[in-house]
């Protein structure tokens, strides 16, 4: 793929992120009722399907990369007969497409991506174009759920800071360290708060432990024992006290996981869910003091996928996630090792890094499937 051709590619990756964090994570959607910016969507879509089809055609491609679309196709194939299942189609296509790119590409394009969408957000949201809470009143800056702006900051920083891995500017350090305390108090995102400064913590001590096996083993482990745990705390919620602690700091994850287990049940494959959403009277009557089920917020990526995309499609993005983590163990690539192993820790409480929610393409799926460079192109 030639320069130019490189650009064009990438850049309609960036906007796509970009658009569909604008449609489904902003308020901007209520504002944008009219069809056509739902179509948009597909039309993004269908243009990187394109796309991805004609350097399939014109590219000399290797057996493997053959064998791993044909795996890819089979597993939309798979979710396609179950239309319970339709919401992996936009990351499937995604993986499809960041195939002939580096990870270090794709992560740019999501930085990229979803810094623009920050920043046509907060600053409307600050001129009352858009509302600053949510219906629940939460304080959000123009997103749709008040964790989202957290998400998006804790990708953006983590991202630029893995990005400049080996030579990090002060200011850039400083401005970090900021967006943490504005996590942490002012947003109350305590996961991204703590997440983000887990990571500034392995930057700074990245030299001591880079060659670290202890290190290596937890993050490759870390998806798979967190997706049990995450089963074996809803499971158990009403039986075992420290399952309730852990709950009440946890803002009642666990109890949300825990009802719709017992409503909806694990099943072999997708299967619809539908999420309690209390009306505007009850919303009043309630306030702040209202039950977080009739919020209608589900967080907690691993548990999300269990119920909704069934135990077949968790067991594959398990293995496929563990593979390609100890493969970066193996050689010995740190930075992007510990960026999944955050995003892997975000992933139990948060949806965004692994759920397919809606058209938001998969963070941690996705660079799984971009190319693995030799080592000078990434740390």
């Known amino acids: 793929m030639d320069k130019?051709?490189?650009?064009?590619?990438?850049?309609?990756?960036?906007?796509?992120?970009?658009?569909?964090?604008?449609?489904?994570?902003?308020?901007?959607?209520?504002?944008?009722?009219?069809p056509v910016f739902n179509y948009m969507r597909y039309v993004l879509l269908g243009c990187m399907l394109t796309m991805f089809l004609y350097h399939f055609v014109i590219t000399n491609n290797s057996k493997n990369q053959?064998?791993?679309?044909?795996?890819?196709?089979?597993?939309?194939?798979?979710?396609?007969?179950?239309?319970?299942?339709?919401?992996?189609?936009?990351?499937?296509?995604?993986?499809?497409?960041?195939?002939?790119?580096?990870?270090?590409?794709?992560?740019?394009?999501?930085?990229?991506?979803?810094?623009?969408?920050?920043?046509?957000?907060?600053?409307?949201?600050?001129?009352g174009v858009l509302p600053k809470s949510t219906s629940n009143n939460l304080l959000s800056y123009g997103f749709s759920n008040p964790n989202g702006l957290g998400g998006f900051l804790s990708v953006i920083f983590m991202s630029y800071l893995y990005l400049n891995w080996k030579q990090n500017k002060t200011w850039f350090l400083?401005?970090?360290?900021?967006?943490?305390?504005?996590?942490?108090?002012?947003?109350?995102?305590k996961t991204s708060g703590i997440c983000m400064t887990i990571f500034l913590l392995c930057y700074f001590i990245r030299h001591y432990i880079q060659n670290s096996n202890i290190t290596g083993w937890i993050a490759t482990c870390l998806p798979i024992t967190l997706a049990i745990i995450s089963l074996i705390f809803a499971f158990f919620y009403e039986k075992y006290s420290w399952?309730?602690?852990?709950?009440?700091?946890?803002?009642?994850?666990?109890?949300?996981?825990?009802?719709?287990?017992?409503?909806?049940?694990?099943?072999?494959?997708?299967?619809?869910?539908?999420?309690?959403?209390?009306?505007?009277?009850?919303?009043?009557?309630?306030?702040?003091?209202?039950?977080?089920?009739?919020?209608?917020?589900?967080?907690?990526?691993?548990?999300?996928?269990?119920?909704?995309?069934?135990?077949?499609?968790?067991?594959i993005v398990l293995a496929l996630l563990t593979g390609y983590i100890n493969k970066l163990r193996s050689e010995n690539i740190v930075g992007l090792e510990f960026l999944l192993l955050v995003f892997s820790l975000l992933t139990f409480t948060e949806n965004t890094y692994i759920a397919p929610y809606g058209f938001f393409a998969s963070y941690l799926l996705i660079i799984c499937f971009s190319k693995f460079p030799d080592n000078k192109q990434i740390v």
């Not at 360290?177 to 109350?188: E, K, P, R, S, T």
């Open 4 to 34: 130019v051709t490189n650009k064009r590619y990438k850049l309609l990756l960036t906007f796509t992120i970009f658009y569909m964090g604008i449609y489904n994570d902003t308020l901007w959607r209520s504002i944008l009722s009219h």
């Open 66 to 127: 053959i064998i791993i679309y044909i795996n890819l196709l089979a597993f939309l194939a798979f979710n396609f007969i179950f239309q319970n299942g339709m919401a992996f189609v936009p990351i499937v296509i995604f993986c499809l497409y960041v195939s002939y790119l580096n990870q270090r590409e794709v992560i740019q394009a999501y930085a990229r991506g979803q810094l623009l969408c920050v920043l046509l957000v907060i600053p409307f949201s600050l001129l």
């Open 174 to 189: 400083l401005l970090y360290i900021g967006a943490i305390y504005f996590n942490y108090f002012v947003m109350f995102d």
């Open 243 to 315: 399952i309730y602690n852990i709950d009440q700091w946890l803002s009642h994850r666990i109890y949300t996981w825990n009802y719709y287990l017992s409503l909806y049940g694990l099943h072999f494959f997708p299967s619809r869910i539908t999420f309690i959403q209390a009306n505007q009277y009850e919303l009043g009557f309630y306030g702040k003091n209202i039950n977080v089920l009739l919020t209608g917020a589900f967080d907690g990526g691993y548990m999300y996928f269990w119920l909704r995309m069934g135990v077949i499609n968790m067991s």
